[in-house]
């Protein structure tokens, strides 16, 4: 399932991402990170806050330039967003003005896409996360997992190659992040585009993720790669599930450790 | 039910206690000093069969509409663009401070002295009054656009026209709405001081022309329906407001 003997979509080649801090100081965000994505594939970024995975999908996703290295895409150099790679918030970022279906619309109005067209686009992205009944209704009548459902809904209506998702079920419920992560698995086999999926939850990366890429913080850094190779829909009670839990949890414990350790350092 | 009822009532019956202290108090003064409500609303009918409180109400509301209308209408297109220009702001916002806290009725010498006695220095005193309101909130509501809503307009590859007309404008709406909101009422109140300064007309002219004759009785009745108009423009702008609030998805 690695990018190995592909042409990767999206590949990043020493990349480091410096600011300074208020006082001066230059901080590291992100340190040497080198990856491949291959086409399709479903990357799952997770990790401890501060340890870049957001800086990281921002890179990637073009709303944010890489202080040293390169960001490719298709080959091409990331110089700013771009349509053909959506991104999904957790704040999902729909427009309160605009009903459901006027906020579909806008994506598709955005790349001219000719009226009668983009409604049926629109129509047809409500249908695959069954929010049709809600065309004609405003964010604010929603909950969050609908809310987040027209945002996945927009995205899939300007036919992306990549989804970028940063945390994009961290708000919602236990239940509907169950659910949604599902109907996300459902989507992205009929659809097949490329996601790279930003988490804190280690078990929402290996439901979801073909590969799951462990971020540890101070720098921020790409600590350990974990192939997770189970097939779809996965088990999440099933014994194969809890080996790679456990081997990521342990991980995990690492690097918490060594985090405390240098708290205690630094003290 | 008993909530509503006492919704109704609490504020009608301070309003009675109100106008019973007024008579009683009234009592003690001769009316020429101190008339009482009864005298009030006898000068109201008065000056309503008379014609002439028609004439005043309607210039006066002309005024106040013409001068507020003007003063949105170039202090949005402005306070969008400062928005957006931080830099542009940056140069001016220091000239805005300075001019802001200067009372409109101080400008009133000067705009004598360069329109003349009549509607223009009452207009322009109230405009005024509702520009900086306006302005100020339409700089802060379009500073103030959630960085994720441009995030997304940025990439769904919208250009500059198209986000700034539908996305940063809808979104700042609210807050310059609370800004249209402000402005209704200083422009409102100097409208009488306006009117009071130079015009030969309007409610604020009623008060003085009244003073002039010592009728005390017509004073107070232009103060009183000054109030009341002032309430009705409020009251109508709150409707307008809900039923924009419902449809931007935020609750007035």
């Given at each position: 399932m690695s990018a190995i003997g592909q042409t990767a979509k999206i590949s990043l080649r020493g990349v480091e991402k410096r600011f300074a801090s208020a006082r001066g100081e230059e901080q590291v965000a992100l340190s040497l990170v080198d990856m491949d994505i291959a086409s399709g594939e479903f990357v799952c970024l997770v990790g401890?806050?501060?340890?870049?995975k957001t800086t990281l999908i921002n890179l990637m996703a073009g709303f944010e330039r890489a202080t040293t290295g390169t960001v490719t895409i298709d080959g091409r150099p990331v110089t700013g967003p771009d349509p053909d790679h959506i991104m999904i918030f957790q704040d999902y970022?729909?427009?309160?003005?605009?009903s459901v279906l006027d906020n579909i619309l806008f994506g598709l109005q955005a790349r001219r896409v000719p009226a009668p067209e983009a409604r049926e686009r629109a129509r047809a992205a409500l249908e695959l996360v069954g929010l049709q009944a809600a065309a004609?209704?405003?964010?604010?009548?929603?909950s969050g997992g609908m809310k987040q459902r027209v945002a996945i809904a927009r995205a899939l209506a300007v036919e992306p190659s990549v989804l970028f998702m940063d945390e994009?079920?961290?708000?919602?419920?236990a239940f509907t992040r169950l659910y949604l992560q599902d109907e996300l698995l459902q989507l992205w086999s009929e659809k097949r585009p490329t996601v790279v999926f930003v988490t804190h939850d280690l078990d929402e990366a290996i439901t979801l993720g073909q590969r799951v890429v462990l971020m540890a913080p101070n720098?921020?850094?790409?600590?350990r790669v974990l192939d997770v190779e189970l097939v779809y829909p996965?088990?999440?009670?099933?014994n194969d599930f809890s080996l790679f839990r456990r081997e990521l949890f342990q991980e995990f414990h690492l690097v918490h450790q060594q985090a405390a350790e240098e708290e205690e350092y630094s003290i | 039910m008993k909530t509503k009822l006492t919704h109704i009532l609490l504020p009608i019956s301070s309003l009675i206690a109100f106008t019973v202290l007024w008579q009683l108090a009234a009592r003690r003064y001769p009316p020429e000093q101190f008339p009482s409500p009864s005298d009030v609303v006898k000068a109201i009918a008065e000056l309503a069969a008379s014609g002439v409180l028609w004439g005043h109400i309607a210039i006066s509301l002309i005024r106040f509409g013409g001068a507020y209308l003007l003063a949105v209408a170039v202090a949005i297109p402005l306070g969008l663009f400062l928005g957006r220009f931080s830099r542009c702001h940056r140069a001016i916002d220091p000239l805005i401070q300075i001019l802001?806290?200067?009372?409109?009725?101080?400008w009133f010498p000067l705009a004598v002295l360069w329109f003349?006695?009549?509607n223009a220095p009452a207009v322009f005193i109230i405009f005024l009054a509702a520009f900086y309101p306006v302005l100020l909130s339409t700089i802060s509501a379009v500073r103030a656009v959630s960085p994720v809503y441009l995030k997304v307009a940025a990439n769904f590859g919208a250009n500059p026209a198209m986000t700034f007309l539908r996305v940063i404008v809808p979104a700042a709406f609210p807050g310059i709405m609370v800004g249209l909101h402000i402005a209704v009422g200083t422009a409102w109140i100097h409208l009488v001081a306006g009117e009071m300064l130079g015009?030969?007309?309007g409610l604020g002219f009623m008060i003085v022309d009244a003073r002039n004759f010592l009728r005390t009785d017509e004073i107070m009745a232009g103060m009183l329906l000054v109030g009341l108009l002032g309430l009705a423009i409020y009251q109508g702008m709150k409707a307008v407001e809900r039923l924009i609030g419902r449809r931007w998805g935020v609750k007035a």
């Open positions: 401890p806050s501060g340890c870049g970022g729909l427009y309160p003005w605009k004609g209704k405003h964010p604010h009548e929603l994009p079920f961290a708000a919602l419920d720098p921020g850094r790409v600590q996965r088990e999440r009670t099933g | 802001r806290p200067i009372s409109p009725i101080a003349g006695i009549g015009a030969q007309s």
